[in-house]
T-cell receptor
Framework: DTGVSQDPRHKITKRGQNVTFRCDPI?????LYWYRQTLGQGPEFLTY????????KSRLLSDRFSAERPKGSFSTLEIQRTEQGDSAMYLC????????????FGSGTRLTVV | AQTVTQSQPEMSVQEAETVTLSCTYD???????LFWYKQPPSRQMILVIR??????QNATENRFSVNFQKAAKSFSLKISDSQLGDAAMYFC???????????FGKGTRLHILP
């Protein structure tokens, strides 16, 4: 276990389709975060989990977005009825409860909605 | 709400020279953490350096150092002896000790000129 893994790396989908991304955090990390990064912008917080509990959701996370972390290990982020505005890099990160050392990020999933 | 501002969208520096990236932030909190993250092209974001607000001493990590001015809410990153591998997007980031998410600036793209 060498880091945070995200799958797939790239996803191209047609507008209106559903997509699901997966994130596998560092195994001993109990917190898992989802961020979205659009071109020319910094990462924007979407949601985070402590173990299996989803503790906070951003207002950026519309009803079309849902995230789960069913067993406190991997997490999925689903986008229903995708729109062109959903095109972005979706970043996953994990950490211990104490964030003094920041997050460890995955390589991201780049979503393109056509 | 806390905000992080990076006023330099792009910068260039000659290889082996020193460059300083600027960052300011806005917060009413007194206990927080500041970070600089590096995002190389098509690669994952990694933590470069961090600073606890309660520490007066500026953090240093090899060729990377910060100038933390708490009263001015300024947190600049100095890269000494710039190397080609330093070329990347650099994000300044903030986390309040009472919050669980990190807030990022929009980033500065650093070019290293050979």
């Amino acid at each position: 276990d060498t880091g945070v893994s995200q799958d797939p790396r790239h996803k191209i989908t047609k507008r209106g389709q559903n997509v699901t991304f997966r994130c596998d955090p560092i195994s001993e990390h109990n917190r898992l975060y989802w961020y979205r990064q659009t071109l020319g912008q910094g990462p924007e917080f979407l949601t985070y989990f402590q173990n299996e509990a989803q503790l906070e959701k951003s207002r950026l996370l519309s009803d079309r977005f849902s995230a789960e972390r069913p067993k406190g290990s991997f997490s999925t982020l689903e986008i229903q009825r995708t729109e062109q505005g959903d095109s972005a890099m979706y970043l996953c990160a994990s950490s211990f409860t104490l964030l003094n050392y920041g997050y460890t990020f995955g390589s991201g999933t780049r979503l393109t909605v056509v | 709400a806390q905000t992080v501002t990076q006023s330099q969208p792009e910068m260039s520096v000659q290889e082996a020279e020193t460059v300083t990236l600027s960052c300011t932030y806005d917060t009413s909190e007194s206990d927080y953490y500041l970070f600089w993250y590096k995002q190389p092209p098509s690669r994952q974001m990694i933590l470069v350096i961090r600073q606890e607000a309660y520490k007066q001493q500026n953090a240093t990590e090899n060729r990377f150092s910060v100038n933390f001015q708490k009263a001015a809410k300024s947190f600049s990153l100095k890269i000494s002896d710039s190397q080609l591998g330093d070329a990347a997007m650099y994000f300044c980031a903030y986390r309040s000790n009472g919050d669980d998410k990190i807030i990022f600036g929009k980033g500065t793209r650093l070019h290293i000129l050979p």
